[in-house]
């Protein structure tokens, strides 16, 4: 099996800074309620959180959300908050399911007091 090669801009993306702010004013009310509801049921999930070097991780419990659900809900967030790394983690053999945000000190900085009182994915207004 070959092994997959980055794509040539990837460094350029990842040496760019792209401010920690989010817009929830891109939603409409429908699309706006269904990213609430997606961050409720993340929220219900996690049965973990681990530091990362760039950002957190989220291990979610298989049996309370979908791998559909969570890229449903990165879908949304990827308008709102242009700055995440967003990465699925499936561990083998039916193994946990995990939710990374990353995006270097900024990003770990911008997530840090939300973690510690676990309201990352509480919807916010």
Known sequence: MESATAPENSSQETNQTTPCACNFR??????????SELMRKIDA????????ADGYGFHLQSEAITITDVAEWITYERHCCTFFHFEIELRPNHGSLWLNLRGGTEVKDFLRSDVERRTVFEPKE
């Open 45 to 52: 999930a996690i049965v973990d959180t681990r530091e990362l």
């Open 26 to 35: 891109v939603f409409s009310a429908e699309e706006k309620k269904r990213h």
